[in-house]
């Protein structure tokens, strides 16, 4: 069943009997051929082809323009696609920030003024979805990526070539801008393609590229800082990154957004019939394609959801605190390796590897949730069980805090016993720490999966609560995650130096020690929570899961049936 509504079994138009109308000097109309065309399109199209009761275009059974029913061969590699492009652009983050160091020294700034160059660009992935989510509505998800993803490309020459704390920092905030599309439009791909039965490893995918660029990209900067090439060349990567994602996304990823797709047939067969018959893509019937009714509504969506849904404030402020923590490590991790162990530049970029091996871990442990998934659906009926996304967050939830405090009190460890050394006399704290490195090293690995987990269960929770919003809800997390994101980096360095490395870890391990109850609630009360809102999907309205190749169906409350959030206004 599709999720669009089916009207018939016919694949293309003219095995639909759809012929068009003539009209013009050259083909004069005739009033049988009309009558015929009309009547072959009534038997396809409700309406009635008139400008002032047009044909509503909807999806045939089983067409194949449907993104639903792509081969998997193809999704998956539209799948891979896109999860590269969030790696592209989180990998940039980070990047800049292992040459950090010579940066500062070569260009006479200040550690924050520095550090903005982090914070600026992660605020751009927070003010992009904004503009881009409802742009992707209008023009197309595709044409959004490839444009933004040229821009992001030529903004990374400002790091290349720039020679002031201006040119660098504007251009960075520019470049998170214009990177952030993927956050939110690549998620809204991935539920364009897959039902939510098959979706979960690909969730994985686009829920963990997120967590993997900014563990990669420290060591590559770290170790190009060292060598001849300098920091600048840290950008030239960047540049080279972007620019082959660029190509990537105009060779590989079509266009996926069911509304827009079912509008450009409907203007192809208005075309083809000459403007004789007119007919209108069912997601715009009724709805104003004003640009800036666009803007508004959706620019302001998210805001709204947070104030009045508590369970998209509540996992965006989860989701928030976890991937700040990781920013805030770009920090930490100097002080705790590069300061107190002397670690270069490259060897202290090499310490986020920990991190690395926690997200792959996460990321293997998706089959398993989706195992879980499915046998909640089977005693559901078949039916979606947003709820049994949390699994896998509820473990999560209970090590992200352990692996913060196991980091911290390693750190206090060694902090005391440098300064009773100095205090005695005995060391001008150039002593090895009596914690062998790879301890503070493989606290990043329970880090790292526990994140990872969190990232792909929310994600999935709330694509499953809010299906036709979803978009909104993701948008909501992005943006409160992204100002969080912003801010912490700015006050790690005085957190530091005023509470000293232990309690400044202590600090991150007890917000998230805070939010750990917050799947617990989801997975006991979920299900009441939803039923009070008049957006998340509701048990009584839960839509039947579809076999392997079939398609999604998924009901608004009043029975009928949208693609996506972008199909109601």
Known sequence: MSQQTTLHAADTDEEAGHVPCPRGDAAPRRRGAEQTCQALAQKRYPGAGTHTDPYVVDWDLGDPENPFNWTRRRKWGITFQLATSTFTMAFCSSCYSGGMASMDRELHLTQIVGILGVSLYVLGFGLGPLVFAPLGELYGRRIVFIVTGSVFTLFHLGGALGHNATTILVTRALAGIFGSAPLTNAGGALSDMWIPRERGIASSLYGTAP?????????????????????????????????????????????????????????????????????????????????????????????????????????????????????????????????????????????????????????????????????AMDRNGGRTVPEARLYLPMLGGIILPISLFWFAWCVVFCSMFLSILVFLNCSNRTSDPPVHWIV??????????????????????????????????????????????????????????????????????????????????????????????????????????????????????????????????
């Open 211 to 375: 967590w993997m660029g900014p563990v990669l990209g420290p060591i590559v900067g770290g170790w190009i800082s060292e060598t001849s090439l300098g920091w600048r060349f840290a950008f030239w990567i960047m540049f080279i990154v972007s620019a082959l994602n660029a190509i990537a996304c105009i060779l590989v990823t079509p266009e996926t957004f069911g509304p827009v797709l079912l509008r450009r047939r409907a203007k192809r067969l208005t075309k083809a019939s000459g403007g004789a018959v007119v007919y209108i893509s069912k997601h715009d019937v009724g709805r104003s394609q004003s640009i800036s009714h666009i803007l508004r509504r959706d620019m302001g969506r998210p805001f709204y959801f947070l104030a009045t849904e508590p369970i998209v404030l509540l996992m965006a402020i989860y989701i928030a605190i976890a991937y700040a923590t990781l920013y805030a490590f770009f920090a930490a991790y100097p002080i705790v390796f590069q300061r107190h162990r002397h670690f270069s530049a490259g060897e202290g970029g090499l310490a986020f590897l920990g991190i690395g091996l926690g997200c792959i871990i996460g990321l293997s442990l998706a089959p398993a949730q989706n195992r879980l998934y499915w046998r």
């Open 440 to 569: 503070p090293v493989l606290a990043g690995t329970p880090f790292g999966m526990s994140c990872a987990v969190i990232m792909q269960g929310l994600t999935q929770y709330l694509m499953d609560t809010y299906s036709i919003y979803c978009a909104s809800a993701i948008a909501s997390t992005v943006v409160t995650r992204s100002v969080v994101a912003f801010i912490f980096p700015l006050i790690s360095p005085a957190l530091y130096g005023n509470l000293g490395d232990a309690w400044a870890c202590s600090v991150f391990a007890f917000l998230a020690l805070a939010c750990t109850p917050v799947p617990f609630l989801f997975f006991r009360y979920g299900s009441w929570v939803r039923s009070r809102s008049k957006y998340a999907l509701h048990d009584e309205a839960k839509p039947m899961a579809a076999p392997p190749r079939a398609v999604e169906s998924v009901s608004d409350k009043k029975g009928g049936s949208v693609s996506s959030e972008k199909a109601v206004d």
